[in-house]
């Protein structure tokens, strides 16, 4: 990281509650090629969460604590790191910071940094929505982005196209995306349901298809203007009904446990994928 810091925009984008399992039988069955596309291997990374809801996972993403391997082979290193004695996940690669906070941090280095939110927790609309946004320069939400819009995502990649569009040539960009598509209510995302048949495992597996067919637009702007360096990854996971459990903020195997990718988009080289009938 301390080589593409600076020569790389940054994109984070965080599919928020998306479960590995749905996200790993997806990608195996050709279910999501534009996500297949960039995924090392056409597959996902099975990680831990820093934290079973969305304020808890972001706090910690954006300080540095990305989902962490799910192998006891650690430490495992990470990408960025505030300068912190003692750190055992620290090495010659990562890219240390003195700010408490990764997009401070990265502004300081020079960075635009904007977030375009999706879940309440980014909705601006109170003390409590606003901690997240606010360690950004410039952040955006609108009740369009947000957990009951059935076009949530397209609206949010076409904020994204203006954010892009508008960017100085010369400064370097990092935007985190906090996607709501897969948050219930996601019943609407599954063909032929209705709002009495409420959302399940195969709505949220549905709502994942929906944003594989529109993230492509989201890689083309990205890495429009030069090499963009991308770390894909879910907060958190939900329930549906495992062992009587329903949603998240709880100790359970498929809220923790998460999939992961990072890679290079390289400038202009993205093109979308149709998704499959």
Same mark, same amino acid.
């Given at each position: 990281?301390?080589?593409?810091?600076?020569?790389?925009?940054?994109?984070? &984008?965080?599919?928020?509650?998306? $479960?590995?399992?749905?996200?790993? *039988?997806?990608?195996?069955?050709?279910?999501?090629?534009?996500?297949?596309?960039?995924?090392?291997?056409?597959?996902? +990374?099975?990680?831990?969460?820093?934290?079973?809801?969305?304020?808890?996972?972001?706090?910690?993403?954006?300080?540095?604590?990305?989902?962490?391997?799910?192998?006891? /082979?650690?430490?495992?290193?990470?990408?960025?790191? %505030?300068?912190?004695?003692?750190?055992?996940?620290? *090495?010659?690669?990562?890219?240390?910071? /003195?700010?408490?906070?990764?997009?401070?941090?990265?502004?300081?280095?020079?960075? $635009?940094?904007?977030?375009? #939110? #999706?879940?309440?927790?980014?909705?601006?609309?109170?003390?409590?929505?606003?901690?997240?946004?606010?360690?950004?320069?410039?952040?955006?939400? +609108?009740? *369009?982005?947000?957990?009951?819009? !059935?076009?949530?995502?397209?609206?949010? &990649?076409?904020?994204?196209?203006?954010?892009?569009?508008?960017? !100085?040539?010369?400064?370097?960009?990092?935007?985190?995306?906090?996607?709501?598509?897969?948050?219930?209510?996601?019943?609407?995302?599954?063909?032929?349901?209705?709002?009495?048949? #409420?959302?399940?495992? %195969?709505?949220?597996?549905?709502?994942?298809?929906?944003? /594989?067919?529109?993230?492509? $637009?989201?890689?083309?702007?990205?890495?429009?203007?030069?090499?963009?360096?991308?770390?894909?990854?879910?907060?958190?996971?939900?329930?549906?009904? +495992?062992?009587?459990?329903? #949603?998240?903020?709880?100790?359970?195997?498929?809220?923790?446990?998460?999939?992961?990718?990072?890679?290079?988009?390289?400038?202009?080289?993205?093109?979308?994928?149709?998704?499959?009938?």
């Amino acid at each position: 990281m301390r080589q593409i810091v600076g020569s790389h925009d940054l994109l984070l &984008v965080t599919l928020d509650t998306l $479960r590995f399992d749905v996200a790993e *039988e997806l990608a195996a069955a050709g279910r999501l090629p534009n996500l297949a596309a960039v995924l090392p291997g056409g597959r996902w +990374e099975r990680r831990h969460s820093p934290g079973s809801f969305t304020y808890a996972a972001h706090q910690a993403i954006l300080a540095g604590f990305l989902p962490t391997p799910a192998t006891p /082979d650690g430490p495992h290193p990470r990408l960025f790191a %505030a300068r912190f004695g003692g750190s055992e996940t620290t *090495e010659a690669r990562t890219w240390v910071f /003195d700010t408490p906070d990764l997009p401070s941090a990265l502004a300081a280095a020079g960075y $635009r940094t904007v977030c375009v #939110g #999706g879940v309440g927790f980014f909705n601006k609309q109170g003390p409590l929505g606003s901690v997240l946004p606010g360690m950004f320069q410039q952040s955006y939400w +609108e009740p *369009e982005f947000g957990v009951p819009s !059935p076009t949530s995502f397209e609206a949010q &990649v076409a904020c994204v196209e203006q954010v892009t569009a508008e960017q !100085p040539p010369g400064q370097p960009l990092f935007l985190l995306l906090n996607v709501s598509a897969l948050h219930q209510p996601n019943w609407f995302h599954l063909p032929g349901a209705t709002r009495a048949d #409420g959302d399940t495992r %195969a709505s949220h597996a549905a709502a994942l298809e929906y944003v /594989d067919a529109h993230i492509g $637009r989201l890689f083309a702007a990205m890495s429009r203007r030069r090499p963009c360096f991308a770390i894909v990854c879910s907060d958190h996971g939900t329930a549906y009904g +495992e062992d009587g459990y329903t #949603g998240h903020r709880i100790g359970h195997e498929v809220v923790w446990t998460v999939p992961y990718a990072h890679f290079t988009l390289p400038t202009g080289s993205h093109q979308s994928h149709r998704s499959p009938a």
